[in-house]
């Protein structure tokens, strides 16, 4: 675990066995030389010698001695002043990253971390600390309960002391508090994609969301299997059919208590194993289908951190649980299925599950809240994961201000998505023969991403309404120092500052 402290700029008056300075390129600060210096003389001498001037992804460890024991002194690249503001600050994450990977190597326990200078983001000593924060929190998070031994356990905890000028410890304090709730909310939709899928099964998913619902007062609303079949959502129900697991439909209601406050739903695919079915996936890296319930994991992890942080919009997150396994039950090609909005749609593939299940919770949403806007989230085509890779989610949307605000959104908070074409033209490839729908594209429109967009939007009405597609963004994600192989949690960071920006 890694907790937090605040302290005056002068990192040396911290008892500390890692000290860490961030440099810009070609910019080391002055203090940090200094401070350095006198912990390990030749520091100029190493800095020109292994060529370190501060670029993106680089640093420079040394072992010193203080009082007679063993420090750690790092020196971490900020990058260039010239990237985008956007570049700058993920530059700046990442160099947080490194920071926890140093603090795991060396086993510190006590770091003392000089603050960079907020300026040089053009953003606040809120923000700034507040993303910092929350990404050294996501660099400490390892996927390790079930290695049984412990020398192999990566976890480490250490107290980080920010070091900054008194004078803005009360931004920063908040800008730590938020951090933790963010870093937080981000880990644990981690552990739930991470865990396998015959401990995070439907029932139990649903379960954290009833607790999370019930210890912050918000209301939730839960059916079970034989609801949803009495209910009509046939998309979830069949997805569910071959499953010896149950289904469950959550929907849970954050109320920010002011007038004319816009109303948001979140919708979130959870798939706890996506097996594909009948339609069955190929063998290789079928285990990473247990990552199929990233969406939900998102959306009930922000229900839980908007519950602290307070954004002054009624938010409802809803999301549609099962698990996509073949058997006698189960649908299969070519069956027809009815959605809660009465809409049928023809089954060709029983692997392009995700929209069955999201059709019944956008219908769902639309009819009882009648949302300002709907954001969905999902695990949902390979073809998107294809065409964007890890970095970028697509980006479907109907409505030009909230893709906007999305954009800005995703700047901000680092999780970065890409929005792709949404034209009419797409539309007809969802089209069947036999039924209102069919649950995959024509080949003739390619475009595996899109299509599956314009299968959703059959459910959304004329909402303003955004669909986001992490298939390949939710889960190993390389190069980036603050995660690790496994989940993201991606979309919690975006969901967040969104909400909390919604009425700017
Ligand atoms: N959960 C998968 C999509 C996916 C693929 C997520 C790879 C993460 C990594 C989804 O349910 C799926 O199987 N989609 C099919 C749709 C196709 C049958 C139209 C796909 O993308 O192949
Ligand atoms: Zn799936
Ligand atoms: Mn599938």
């Not at 990977?101 to 000089?114: D, F, G, I, M, P």
């Not at 994961?385 to 908070?413: C, I, Q, W, Y």
């Amino acid at each position: 675990m890694i907790t937090f402290k605040l302290a005056d700029q002068h990192i040396l008056n911290q008892e500390a066995d890692l000290y860490v300075g961030f440099c810009p390129q070609n910019a080391i600060p002055e203090n940090i030389i200094r401070d350095f210096t006198s912990l390990y003389a030749p520091l100029n001498d190493l800095i020109k010698k292994r060529n370190f001037a501060g670029a993106a992804g680089s640093q420079l460890v040394i072992s010193a001695a203080r009082n007679n024991k063993a420090v750690t002194l790092m020196l971490v690249g900020l990058g260039s002043e010239k990237k985008s503001q956007a570049d700058r600050l993920e530059n700046a994450r990442r160099a947080m990253g490194l920071v926890v990977r140093t603090v795991e190597h060396t086993k510190s326990t006590h770091a003392a971390v000089l603050l960079p200078d907020h300026h040089w983001f053009a953003i606040n000593e809120f923000e700034l600390t507040k993303e910092l924060v929350a990404t050294a929190m996501m660099a400490g998070y390892h996927f390790d309960q079930f290695i049984t031994d412990a020398a192999a356990k990566l976890t480490q905890n250490c107290e980080i002391t920010l070091c900054a000028p008194a004078i803005l410890h009360n931004q920063i304090s908040v800008g730590v508090e938020f951090g933790q709730r963010i870093g937080h909310a981000v880990n644990q939709a981690r552990q739930w994609c991470d865990l396998p899928a015959d401990i995070l099964t439907p029932t139990i998913l649903a379960e954290h969301a009833a607790r999370i619902a019930k210890v912050h007062d918000l209301k939730a609303t839960i059916f079970d299997e034989a609801t949803v079949k009495k209910m009509g959502m046939g998309g979830l129900a069949g997805v569910s059919a071959g499953s010896a697991q149950e289904c469950r439909f959550v929907a849970i209601e954050y109320k920010s208590g002011h007038q004319d406050a816009p109303t948001l739903v979140l919708t979130g695919k959870g798939v706890t194993f996506d097996s594909g079915g009948i339609s069955i996936k190929p063998a290789n890296r079928m285990d990473e289908m247990k990552d199929d319930m990233a969406g939900a994991a998102a959306v009930i992890s922000t229900m839980e951190a908007i519950a602290h942080l307070k954004p002054r919009v009624n938010v409802i997150g809803i999301t549609p649980i099962a698990e996509n396994m073949p058997s006698g039950t189960a649908i299969k090609p070519g069956d027809i299925i009815t959605f809660y909005n009465g809409m049928t749609a023809e089954v060709k593939n029983t692997d392009a599950e995700g929209r069955l299940i999201l059709a019944d919770a956008l219908s769902y949403a639309v009819k009882h809240y009648k949302p300002d806007a709907i954001i969905n989230v999902a695990t949902l085509t390979g073809s998107c994961a294809a065409a964007l890779g890890p970095f970028f989610a697509g980006m479907m949307s109907n409505h030009d201000d909230l893709v906007e605000k999305l954009t800005k959104a995703s700047k901000r908070s680092g999780d970065r998505l890409w929005r792709l074409p949404f034209h009419d033209d797409y539309k007809k490839a969802v089209r069947s023969s036999v039924a209102d729908i069919c649950n995959i594209g024509n080949e003739t429109y390619k475009a595996g991403a899109i299509t599956a967009g314009f299968f959703l939007q059959n459910f959304v009405g004329d909402t303003p309404w955004v669909h986001l597609d992490i298939a390949g963004t939710s889960f190993n994600v390389p190069d980036m120092s603050y995660y690790r192989p496994g989940a993201t949690g991606f979309g919690v960071r975006l969901f967040i500052d969104f909400l909390m920006h919604f009425e700017e």
